[in-house]
């Protein structure tokens, strides 16, 4: 079941950018952004399926991991296919949570996860002060934003950047000192390679889709010509601070986006955590062999209480209609949202765990390395 909540964490994890009418004509034909549940639900469920073929048939146990890669492709095809159609309505909605308090709530949740990483680490892991360390960026992260409550914060603060330069460098430098040998194991074993490669990749494709790094439908603008090639350089805010970054729109293709340094970084940190996990997975799960229902809702059941919520709000809106879901769809969606930074650190901060705490069990029997897909 970890394949299926990756596709889930792809799904909640960034905030969706891309807003549209609900529907598009190709060719005559009336697509709608509903549709978009078929293959979302089919592939989830080929994925859920994959992982018991085994017990059908034991012979095809070895076609595992390429039904998941199958059940994937075909549930971010869904997935995008969604995000793409998002409807308008969201622009003008109010979201559950008032935006004149988010602020003061990033602040406040924000300096309790910093505190809550100083005391938790130096009673549990007062030996390894990188992990308190990690999870006091985290809670500034989180905080950042709520400085404007006092007049601070800026698009333009170095602290800003610091944060964010600081997370992945603190985030690279715990993998390297707490589960640098299990990702050496995992990049040995061409399995596990294969297998994180591609889910790494289709969640950093699904991610630059719902971030809104590349859309295939633009939005509708005022003077613009949507005939016409674009490429232009602009400064883009968020993650955090403002970022350079490069707009494009190739009608030709068509496919167009907003590719910013900063959104680069958090892509590459999503889909790099989310590869390793899948690599272990794989790892793990051995040739013709499968883990126990408790080891696999070990490992999937954190990473989907971090990221169904962000997930339930897209569904929210073809279910429930663009008027009605809209204001959950901006509880997780807003990138001022204080929820959506919460996801987003929880996220982070449980992906980077089940690395670890795998690398702290050398007790267990390792399995032999699965077989290959060809």
Known sequence: MLTAVLL????????????HGGTVTVNGFRLEQWFGLVPLVVGLGIVVASQY???????????????????????????????QLSPYEWLTAQPIVPRAIHA???LLVGGGIMLASVLVGQFRWSRQPRFAGLGVLLGLWVA?????????????????????????VGLGYVLYRDAGGLI???????????????????SVLFFAFSSGMLYLIPDDGTGVSLSEQIVSVLPVADPLVMWPAVEFWYP??????????GTV????????????????F????????????????????PQACCCCGPALSQIAVVVLGPSAGAPIYLLFGDPSSSIGSLFFVASVAVLTGLLVRATDRPDEPQPEPATAPA
Do not use: C, K
């Not at 950042?144 to 992945?168: D, K, M, Q």
């Not at 970084?265 to 272990?280: D, K, Q, S, Y």
């Open 8 to 19: 889930v964490a792809g799904l909640g994890s960034m905030p969706v950018a891309s807003a």
């Open 53 to 83: 073929l085994h017990r059908l048939r034991p012979a095809a146990a070895r076609y595992r991991l390429h039904g998941t890669i199958v059940g994937l492709v075909v549930g971010i095809f869904g997935a995008i296919w969604i995000v």
């Open 104 to 106: 003061p709530l990033m």
């Open 144 to 168: 950042y934003p709520g400085l404007s409550a006092f007049g601070l914060y800026t698009e333009t603060n170095s602290l800003g950047y610091l944060i964010v330069l600081g997370l992945v």
């Open 184 to 202: 050496r194991q995992l990049l040995a074993d061409r399995t596990a390679r294969r297998f994180g490669i591609a889910v790494g990749g289709l």
């Open 252 to 261: 030709d293709v068509p496919i167009g986006g907003v590719v910013s340094v």
């Open 265 to 280: 970084l958090l892509v590459t940190l999503f889909g790099t955590l989310i590869g390793l996990n899948a690599a272990l």
């Open 282 to 301: 794989a790892f793990q799960s051995g040739s013709g062999t499968s883990q126990t229902g408790a080891g696999i809702a070990g490992i999937a059941a």
